[in-house]
Antibody, heavy 123, light 107 residues
Framework: QVQLQESGPGLVKPSQTLSLICTVS??????????WSWIRQHPGKGLEWIGY???????SYNPSLKSRLSISLDTSNNQFSLKLTSVTAADTAVYYC???????????????WGQGTLVTVSS | DIQMTQSPSSLSASVGDRVTITCRAS??????LNWYQQKQGKAPKLLIY???SFHSGVPSRFSGSGSGTDFTLTISSLHPEDFAIYYC?????????FGQGTKVEIK
């Protein structure tokens, strides 16, 4: 059974770096069958795709966050992580990690999600 | 970026009703369209991928259709557990954008 779990500080000060880890069980992040994604949801709002990383280390980022964003793999612990620098109150959101699978037609979908973690940016 | 527009933004329906949610893409996305369900305080769950394929465990009362720019999610007979917010998402190009969501409420 595939499970993902986000972890990290729930409170980050403005201008600092938001760092989250997603721990994966039941699937290997070194598999070439999946991408590993981050998505966020501002309070009371819709879903925003942040970016993903592939087992090879290649990444794709939302252009709106690209200059501040880094996603990386920790294969020894079957984890992947998100770092978002220079945060502001606008980065306050629930952050989800998810597995991104493909249906072999080129379509990718988020089939397993973590429970989400609320990160508040405030002094 | 490809814009995904859902309609309606919200609807009220009764148990047993047939419900249809529409998702329109700002350009053709072929069949790279997925639907998710999110209940209050929970993570989204995948319902349908590739326009019309069911994710494991999804009841057959859910169905998806469409192609190109126009897509629909239909719930043939609404169950109490179906009251939630539904999102479409395209994976045709990066960034993988979501629709703004459709809230299905109890009438």
């Amino acid at each position: 059974q595939v499970q993902l779990q986000e972890s990290g500080p729930g409170l980050v000060k403005p201008s600092q770096t938001l760092s989250l880890i997603c721990t994966v069980s039941g699937a290997s992040i070194t598999s070439d069958a999946y991408y590993w994604s981050w998505i966020r949801q501002h309070p009371g709002k819709g879903l925003e795709w942040i970016g993903y990383i592939y087992y090879s280390g290649s990444t794709s980022y939302n252009p709106s966050l690209k200059s501040r964003l880094s996603i990386s793999l920790d294969t020894s612990n079957n984890q992947f992580s998100l770092k978002l620098t220079s945060v502001t109150a606008a980065d306050t959101a629930v952050y989800y990690c998810a597995r991104d699978s493909d249906d072999y037609t080129g379509n990718y979908y988020l089939d397993y999600w973590g429970q989400g973690t609320l990160v508040t940016v405030s002094s | 970026d490809i814009q995904m527009t859902q309609s309606p933004s919200s609807l009220s329906a009764s148990v047993g009703d047939r419900v249809t949610i529409t998702c329109r893409a700002s350009q053709s996305i072929s069949n790279y369209l997925n639907w998710y369900q999110q209940k209050q305080g929970k993570a989204p769950k995948l319902l349908i991928y590739g326009v019309s394929s069911f994710h494991s465990g999804v009841p057959s009362r859910f169905s998806g259709s469409g192609s190109g720019t126009d897509f629909t999610l239909t719930i043939s007979s609404l169950h109490p557990e179906d009251f939630a917010i539904y999102y479409c998402q395209q994976s045709y190009s990066s960034p993988r954008t979501f629709g703004q969501g459709t809230k299905v409420e109890i009438k």
